[in-house]
């Protein structure tokens, strides 16, 4: 079933890379909070540390807004281990603030409309979830140009503050 801008986002459970160690994460540990879900390639891929390393060093300024940011390759957890374990002045991403989840199935990549059967990779995409699991807003491209970090705070703020409001449209002022 494809899902939609205010339906209930995809449920999915995987392992994931967070501080260095191993564990199990699903969409329902986050209930409660908002979560920005970012698809990216490929572990090593020189053009996704970037990306990565903007979204982990705002971190702090997601948590501040009671949001949490998880990254989602197709990756397997070894491979998202060693490329934490790899700086990236040798093409790894090195230590980093945001869990890394390992899609090896595919089935959250494709349950997302990500996948790229061809490749066996997802395209970027960046997805905020609300607190209650319903999505609020979707981006995908097979090149550069999703949303920036700032850009994404501020449209988990708008969501946010449209969530206590009647009005459906927040606008920034």
């Excluded at 160690?21 to 908002?34: E, I, N, P």
């Excluded at 319903?134 to 988990?156: I, Q």
Aim: proline share 5%.
């Amino acid at each position: 079933m494809l899902f939609q801008i205010q339906h209930p986002a995809p449920e999915w459970s995987a392992e994931c890379v967070t501080g260095g160690r191993l564990r199990q994460v699903s969409l329902a540990d986050f209930r409660g909070k908002y979560l920005v879900m970012l698809f990216y390639p490929g572990d090593f891929n020189p053009h996704c540390v970037a990306p990565i390393h903007s979204f982990s060093s705002k971190v702090e300024q997601f948590q501040k807004v009671n949001c949490n940011v998880v990254a989602i390759s197709t990756d397997s957890k070894m491979c998202h281990l060693q490329w934490t374990k790899t700086s990236p002045e040798a093409g790894g991403v090195g230590e980093i603030n945001l869990p890394l989840i390992a899609d090896t199935t595919h089935k959250i990549s494709r349950e997302y409309n990500v996948y790229q059967d061809q490749e066996g990779i997802a395209y970027r995409g960046t997805f905020i979830i609300s607190k209650d699991g319903v999505v609020r807003h979707m981006s995908v491209s097979d090149a550069a140009g999703l949303p920036s970090v700032e850009e994404t705070l501020r449209m988990v703020q708008l969501f946010q503050r449209s969530d206590h409001e009647d009005d459906a449209f927040v606008y920034s002022k």
